[in-house]
């Protein structure tokens, strides 16, 4: 079992950038593949990016490319979003979310997910 404590949330200006955190407990985080989700005032909670064991592999849903970057370090547990040219419409809560798989796949469904954090606010200024 793994735990996740996001962090790095916060208000921000449009244009601007935020680096999330998600840091997990436990000796075989390096078999977890990982996704990062978010939740807007009274919509359903979406995918937004997601990473394979090693860090080679990644996916992002199409309104972030390019402007977010999903990373891991195993050896600290963690796993990073960095968000740049932030906009209004990416206000939302941010969750961390992770699945111990026997195959380094990139999940993009909520359902696919095992555990979640509790979520860190990000809000964007206009």
């Known amino acids: 079992q793994v735990q996740l404590v996001e962090s790095g949330g916060g208000l921000v200006q449009a244009g601007g950038s935020l680096r999330l955190s998600c840091a997990a407990s436990?000796?075989?985080?390096?078999?977890?593949?990982m996704g990062w989700f978010r939740q807007a005032p009274g919509k359903e909670r979406e995918f937004v990016a997601a990473i394979g064991w090693s860090g080679r592999s990644t996916s992002y849903t199409d309104s972030v490319k390019g402007r977010f970057t999903i990373s891991r370090d195993n050896a600290k547990t963690t796993v990073y979003l960095q968000m740049n040219s932030l906009n209004p419409e990416d206000t939302a809560v941010y969750y961390c979310a992770a699945k111990l798989s026997f195959r380094s796949v990139l999940l993009t469904t909520r359902r696919d997910y095992d555990y979640w954090g509790q979520g860190t606010q990000v809000t964007v200024s206009s």
């Open positions: 436990g000796r075989t985080f390096s078999t977890y593949v």
